[in-house]
């Protein structure tokens, strides 16, 4: 079986790395090597990853100077031997089958790409994300049409986490090294979408056993002060490399819908021409309920608190026990009860139009009167 090279960038994450390794050094497939790519770290973690690598010669560690995921990637990537590619982050954890599985999808179909689901574990909790593309083996003009872009806000065609991908080395050694080094928001998009232009084949699969672990300190959820530029970054080397393969009328719409989700996740405050633009409008001083703690409910209150132009009467998720132990002050969706009338409006603070509908049903049933829920207005979604 041809070798896969997984590559495991690494920043300061002492508390996760040997469990993340340990699920790596554990899995079926007979001929993996083991890239771990200390990106400077300023803990344990260079430690912990050379002791693993002294008890097991199929892990390589690479130490290098604090330049951030890009980069660490693409070093990662220049050592690498295999004939494939794979990826985890250092603070997650992968099914002792998981490598196996793709291996074994990619020889029944002789694809290039491997696409499969992952789990998202908040807690004890596990949710299942899986592309909306459906289950088979494509040419890239046959899924380009909504490769990005479900064409429900906010679904991918494709999910473009590089951890749920087995990727053909060739490919990567044309797009991954092209990619801008400033950019720190969507640094996956980056590569699997230009890749998937390069592909032959793409197979997408319902393999999942990839966990992608919630914390609170998850790079995804870290804000930097040059938001809007970071950003930018992402989207000008997007719409370049759509324009370099010629697939820029396909691409366009559905790179103008993931700029405006990405600048909702991580520049609410631009789209507020209004207080809460995306809601429709919130008047000043409302009392508002932010149902979700994810990554878009930590954005909206760290916002609103910090504004101080709206009232967060009360933050609620199903998860709440594991926010409460990350330090959130969450309680469960059960708490507006309690509220009685004394709350104008509950916010739902989920991109994906399908769990806000379910969201929806779930308030109404707790008795919270429909004109009171806001997610995305029509006039947001049509920009």
Same mark, same amino acid.
């Given at each position: 079986?041809?070798?896969?090279?997984?590559?495991?960038?690494?920043?300061?994450?002492?508390?996760?790395?040997?469990?993340?390794?340990?699920?790596?050094?554990?899995?079926?497939?007979?001929?993996?090597?083991?890239?771990?790519?200390?990106?400077?770290?300023?803990?344990?973690?260079?430690?912990?990853?050379?002791?693993?690598?002294?008890?097991?010669?199929?892990?390589?560690?690479?130490?290098?100077?604090?330049?951030?995921?890009?980069?660490?990637?693409?070093?990662?990537?220049?050592?690498?031997?295999?004939?494939?590619?794979?990826?985890?982050?250092?603070?997650?954890?992968?099914?002792?089958?998981?490598?196996?599985?793709?291996?074994?999808?990619?020889?029944?179909?002789?694809?290039? !790409?491997?696409?499969?689901?992952?789990? !998202?574990?908040?807690?004890?909790?596990?949710?299942?994300?899986?592309?909306?593309?459906?289950?088979?083996?494509?040419?890239?003009?046959?899924?380009?049409?909504?490769?990005?872009?479900?064409?429900?806000?906010?679904?991918?065609?494709?999910?473009?986490?590089?951890?749920?991908?087995?990727?053909?080395?060739?490919?990567?050694?044309?797009?991954?090294?092209?990619?801008?080094?400033?950019?720190?928001?969507?640094?996956?998009?980056?590569? +699997?979408?230009?890749? +998937?232009?390069?592909?032959?084949? !793409?197979?997408?699969?319902?393999?999942?056993?990839?966990?992608?672990?919630?914390?609170?300190?998850?790079?995804?959820?870290?804000?930097?002060?040059?938001?809007?530029?970071?950003?930018?970054?992402?989207?000008?080397?997007?719409?370049?490399?759509?324009?370099?393969?010629?697939?820029?009328?396909?691409?366009?719409?559905?790179?103008?819908?993931?700029?405006?989700?990405?600048? /909702?996740?991580?520049?609410?405050?631009?789209?507020?021409?209004?207080?809460?633009?995306?809601?429709?409008?919130?008047?000043?001083?409302?009392?508002?309920?932010?149902?979700?703690?994810?990554?878009?409910?930590?954005?909206?209150?760290?916002?609103?608190?910090?504004?101080?132009?709206?009232?967060?009467?009360?933050?609620?998720?199903?998860?709440?026990?594991?926010?409460?132990?990350?330090? /959130?002050?969450?309680?469960?969706?059960?708490?507006?009860?309690?509220?009685?009338?004394?709350?104008?409006?509950?916010? !739902?603070?989920?991109?994906?139009?399908?769990?806000?509908?379910?969201?929806?049903? /779930?308030?109404?049933?707790?008795?919270?009167?429909?004109?009171?829920?806001?997610? /995305?207005?029509?006039?947001?979604?049509?920009?």
């Amino acid at each position: 079986m041809e070798q896969i090279s997984v590559i495991v960038p690494i920043f300061n994450n002492e508390e996760f790395v040997e469990k993340c390794v340990r699920s790596i050094l554990a899995q079926t497939h007979p001929n993996l090597q083991i890239v771990l790519v200390n990106d400077g770290s300023t803990d344990s973690s260079l430690q912990i990853c050379q002791r693993l690598r002294d008890a097991d010669e199929r892990v390589l560690v690479v130490d290098k100077e604090h330049s951030g995921t890009v980069h660490t990637r693409q070093r990662g990537l220049s050592v690498a031997t295999g004939e494939w590619i794979g990826w985890v982050d250092a603070d997650d954890w992968v099914e002792q089958d998981y490598f196996l599985q793709l291996a074994e999808s990619q020889v029944q179909t002789g694809a290039d !790409i491997i696409a499969a689901d992952l789990y !998202i574990d908040i807690g004890y909790d596990s949710q299942r994300v899986s592309n909306t593309i459906p289950k088979g083996v494509y040419k890239c003009d046959q899924i380009l049409s909504n490769l990005i872009y479900s064409g429900r806000f906010f679904e991918y065609g494709l999910q473009p986490h590089l951890v749920t991908k087995l990727i053909r080395k060739k490919i990567l050694e044309k797009t991954q090294p092209s990619v801008d080094q400033r950019i720190r928001v969507g640094e996956d998009i980056a590569v +699997v979408y230009p890749s +998937v232009l390069e592909a032959e084949a !793409i197979a997408v699969t319902d393999i999942c056993g990839y966990h992608y672990v919630q914390h609170a300190n998850s790079v995804t959820k870290v804000l930097y002060q040059d938001e809007r530029e970071a950003l930018q970054h992402l989207m000008n080397y997007l719409y370049c490399t759509a324009e370099k393969k010629r697939v820029f009328t396909a691409l366009e719409p559905q790179l103008a819908q993931l700029e405006k989700y990405l600048m /909702f996740l991580r520049l609410l405050p631009l789209l507020d021409q209004q207080i809460l633009l995306p809601y429709g409008g919130i008047p000043y001083h409302s009392r508002v309920v932010i149902y979700g703690a994810g990554v878009s409910g930590q954005q909206i209150y760290r916002y609103l608190s910090d504004s101080h132009i709206v009232d967060v009467t009360l933050w609620v998720d199903k998860n709440a026990a594991y926010y409460q132990n990350e330090g /959130f002050p969450v309680c469960l969706p059960e708490a507006i009860k309690g509220l009685g009338n004394e709350y104008d409006y509950v916010l !739902i603070a989920n991109t994906s139009e399908s769990s806000a509908g379910s969201i929806q049903d /779930f308030l109404v049933q707790l008795q919270v009167p429909p004109k009171k829920i806001r997610w /995305f207005s029509q006039s947001f979604l049509d920009i």
